[in-house]
């Protein structure tokens, strides 16, 4: 990581930096030949005489150089010399020759003050800037050629690029080192993530949290990573005090099962057999226990769904009316003894029919266990709210918070029969259909305890 952010920082500034340097030295190239340019363009005008031309520019300046001077009168400027259709022809002084190009007479046919700007050269092969204009006051027509030297030009356009050159590098090379620096400054966070991490694979201790510092990406990465690691420190809470409360639960019903079990064997090995009445009464405990084991093991499959992959569900437009009516007639083979008011009137949801069959059986069933003999459940089904009322002892008001807690029992009912898992299982059904249950005192102040469920949907299948 610390590796691809250098890289990438120096690239980065290596483009801008190269950019810039390109764009610098083509805007000094440009202003530098503009400057020849013009001062070409204000060069003085040869003045009219007589001109004694040669063929080629080589010939011209060898002839300057023997002596042989062309009659011209009056001052012309430097590097200029004069192309007719009788040859190439240097001012007196000439040091340098330009050369020629065959469309250079072209410039002949220019009207007057106007030019013709070109790239050039010297006969010694240095570079130049040739302006051509035409003249018509020599005895006959010319193109005066006048030339700047562009070498001066030339090597300072050298020098300033190795400059930037030079400074380019070494701004890449600082970029590289503070990217480097600041990659590791910036990813101090992500060490120590990386360590907690590796901490806990290798000791397998979650709740393991880092420190967060200010509100940057990498303070969201770290408050995210603590808020996972207490998630799975909170869960494997759960699943261990699910096996523990699973086996304080599972073992008195075992224990029992095999005390009868080891009953009926040493009965049979001693040869000494139970009466009738004693046997058929310890059967009926065993089937009695082989059903409390079955219940307590589907609960226990059913909440531990949460902890797994979501399971696949049979989600259909269930009549909550019509799941009611069921699990009131269920209640009432329970609580013979119990009146049961109900009022339900047609509620559809979007869920599992099962589960929230389950989820309604269960709470009517806690409302059978705590009512008194010959009481009145109240069951009201109205606007997709469902209310469950016993008018047994109720709920003392710190215990509320624990209601839907696996194995919760409230210490005053313990040696009622239950797991404490059938409020959980409501809450669970619930939650996955998309609604809310609550369990409280009963709203006019009586006795009893009033748990209320509340689900989405509407009065009509849709």
């Known amino acids: ?58 010939d011209a300046l060898e002839h300057q150089r023997g002596g042989a001077m062309p009659e011209i009168s009056g001052a012309v400027p430097r590097d200029t010399q004069f192309l007719s259709q009788a040859g190439v022809c240097l001012p007196p002084g000439a040091t340098k020759a330009i050369v020629t190009k065959p469309e250079d007479t072209a410039a002949l046919r220019l009207p007057p003050g106007q030019s013709v700007i070109r790239e050039g ?37 050298q020098g300033l690029a190795i400059l930037l050159g030079a400074v380019s590098l070494g701004g890449i090379l600082l970029a590289a080192v503070a990217g480097r620096l600041v990659a590791h400054s910036a990813l101090k966070p992500v060490d120590r993530l990386t360590d907690a991490v590796e901490h806990i694979a290798r000791t397998e201790e979650v709740g393991t949290t880092i420190p967060v510092h200010g ?129 339900a009137e047609p509620w559809y949801v979007h869920g599992d029919a099962a589960s929230l069959e389950r989820a ?14 010959g009481g009145t459940i109240d069951i009201r089904l109205q606007q997709g709210v469902l209310t469950v009322r016993d008018h047994g002892p109720g709920i003392p008001p710190d215990e509320l918070q624990y209601v839907f807690d696996r194995f919760w029992r409230s210490p005053s009912s313990r040696q009622l029969p239950g797991s404490g898992l059938g409020l959980s299982i409501v809450a669970q059904s619930v939650r996955e259909a998309g609604g809310e249950v609550t369990l409280g005192p009963a709203e006019d102040g009586g006795p009893g305890a009033l748990a209320t469920l509340r689900l989405p949907g509407g009065p009509a299948p849709e």
């Open 215 to 343: 509100d940057d990406e990498i303070a969201r990465l770290s408050t995210s990573f603590n808020s996972m690691s207490t998630a799975l420190a909170n869960s494997r809470d759960r699943q261990t005090r699910l096996i523990a409360d699973a086996g304080h639960e599972l073992r008195t019903p075992l224990t029992s099962l095999r005390t009868n079990v080891d009953l009926l064997i040493r009965s049979n090995d001693t040869g000494r057999p139970l009466p009738a009445a004693t046997k058929t009464k310890l059967l009926g405990n065993m089937k009695a226990q082989m059903q409390e084991l079955t219940v307590l093991i589907g609960d226990l499959l059913q909440l531990s769904r949460p902890d797994s992959p979501k399971p696949v569900r049979n989600l259909a437009v269930v009549a909550l009316h019509e799941i009611v009516g069921r699990a009131v007639e269920r209640a009432k083979l329970r609580g013979p003894g119990l009146t049961f008011d109900t009022v």
């Open 1 to 58: 990581m610390r590796s691809r952010l250098t890289f990438l920082s120096a690239a980065a500034v290596a483009v801008a930096i190269a950019m810039s340097a390109l764009a610098c030295w083509f805007i000094v190239h440009k202003q530098l030949y503009d400057q020849v340019k013009s001062d070409l363009a204000g060069a003085p005008p040869a003045l009219p005489g007589k001109l004694i031309c040669y063929p080629t520019p080589e």
């Open 121 to 157: 050269k010297y006969t010694n092969g240095s570079p130049a800037i040739v302006r051509l204009t035409s003249s018509h006051k020599f005895s006959v027509p010319t193109v005066v050629m006048v030339a700047t030297p562009t070498q001066p030009v030339e090597e300072s356009l």
């Open 360 to 373: 309604v059986i269960n709470l009517l069933d806690n409302a059978v266990k705590y009512s008194p003999p």
